[in-house]
């Protein structure tokens, strides 16, 4: 089992609709956990950091954090065309190396 | 704004010849970076850790003579791909963080081509 489960996608939504991006893991340990937007031929991008259980809330974007089902969310409110990229989470253990999820491709449909 | 600047965004050489990448953190120091890379539509995969003052450390099957990385201050890391071939080309990708447990901040990639 790896580490880290991401569907790749791809996941399409007409324009208002709110997304639903999940990912999850394995390793108990985690406690820190992101989430990046990746637009093409670019950098990730950092979008939300929640440190253990919960939800955060920034803007149309809430990410989720359920560390007794292993199971992180990111939920994008009145989806837009310019949400359109892929999304990958990532999470770590204290003073450990980052783990990336092999991301989601989301296409939002005008 | 960007916390972490890469240079070049785009680069184009030669089969034979070397290139060099830069990557800097602009607000914090970072003893230590990571280099990534990227195919199309494929996820990112970690090449090398770069630590300040010593040593890379490379993940399993990447040539460390091929990818040569040098941390030479807390603010730089830089990646030179030596005698580049045309499976070189990529999109190469570099991150840092202000420390262990912060989130990474990403640069805006590198994308070469050889020729």
């Known amino acids: 089992q790896k580490e880290v489960e991401q569907d790749p996608g791809p996941l399409s939504v007409p324009e208002g609709a709110i997304v639903s991006l999940n990912c999850t893991y394995s390793?108990?340990?985690?406690?820190?956990f992101m989430w990046y937007r990746q637009y093409s031929r670019k950098g990730p991008e950092l979008l939300m950091y929640?440190?253990?259980?919960g939800n955060k809330e920034d803007g149309r974007f809430t990410a989720q954090v359920d560390k007794s089902s292993k199971y992180i969310s990111l939920f994008i409110r009145d989806s837009q065309p310019s949400d359109s990229a892929t999304y990958l989470c990532?999470?770590?253990?204290?003073?450990?190396?980052?783990?990336f999820g092999k991301g989601t491709r989301l296409h939002i449909l005008p | 704004g960007a916390v972490v600047s890469q240079h070049p965004s785009r680069v184009i050489c030669k089969s034979g010849t070397s290139v060099k990448i830069e990557c800097r953190s602009l607000?914090?120091?970072?003893?230590?970076m990571f280099w990534y890379r990227q195919f199309p539509k494929k996820s990112l995969m970690l090449m090398a850790t770069?630590?300040?003052?010593?040593?890379?450390?490379?993940e399993q099957g990447v040539e460390k003579d091929k990818f040569l990385i040098n941390h030479a201050s807390l603010t730089l890391s830089t990646l030179t791909v030596t005698s580049a071939h045309p499976e070189d080309s990529s999109f190469y990708i570099c991150?840092?963080?202000?420390?262990?447990?912060?989130?990474?901040?990403f640069g805006n990639g590198t994308r070469l081509t050889v020729t």
């Open positions: 929640t440190y253990s259980s």
């Open positions: 770069s630590n300040e003052g010593s040593k890379a450390t490379y």
């Open positions: 607000d914090f120091q970072a003893t230590t």
């Open positions: 390793n108990s340990a985690f406690q820190y």
């Open positions: 990532a999470m770590s253990a204290p003073d450990d190396k980052i783990i």
């Open positions: 991150s840092a963080g202000r420390d262990r447990n912060s989130p990474l901040h």
